[in-house]
């Protein structure tokens, strides 16, 4: 079993930087895929950045240049760095984990707000 905690959310004016975190506990971090997905209110929720087990990362197009994903094995720590931040990137971002090897598993934290906003 494995638990997923968000943590970084908060208030920022356009423009503004917030560097998201998400700590796991159990074992096996370093073969979990990790993404943050978003979901703004009335919207579907939507993948923003994924990291896979060997460190490639991809994107949303909207956030692309923008944002960067990140991991720390060591820590069972996975970072969303997001700069120059929009009113359109307001939503409540969740951690999620999918484990690459057999058996199959999948979970999600919590989720943690992000307001963007003067």
């Known amino acids: 079993q494995v638990q997923l905690v968000e943590s970084g959310g908060g208030l920022v004016q356009p423009g503004g930087s917030l560097r998201l975190s998400c700590a796991a506990s159990?074992?096996?971090?370093?073969?979990?895929?990790m993404d943050w997905y978003r979901q703004a209110p009335g919207e579907t929720r939507e993948l923003v950045a994924r990291?896979?087990?060997?460190?490639?990362?991809d994107y949303a197009d909207s956030v692309k240049g923008r944002f960067t994903i990140s991991k720390d094995n060591a820590k069972n720590t996975v970072y969303l760095q997001m700069n120059s931040l929009k009113p359109e990137d307001t939503a409540v971002y969740y951690c999620?984990?999918?484990?690459?090897?057999?058996?199959?598993?999948?979970?999600w934290g919590q989720g943690t707000q992000v307001t963007v906003s003067s």
């Open positions: 999620h984990g999918k484990r690459a090897a057999l058996p199959l598993r999948d979970y």
């Open positions: 990291i896979t087990v060997g460190g490639s990362t």
């Open positions: 159990g074992s096996g971090f370093n073969i979990y895929v």
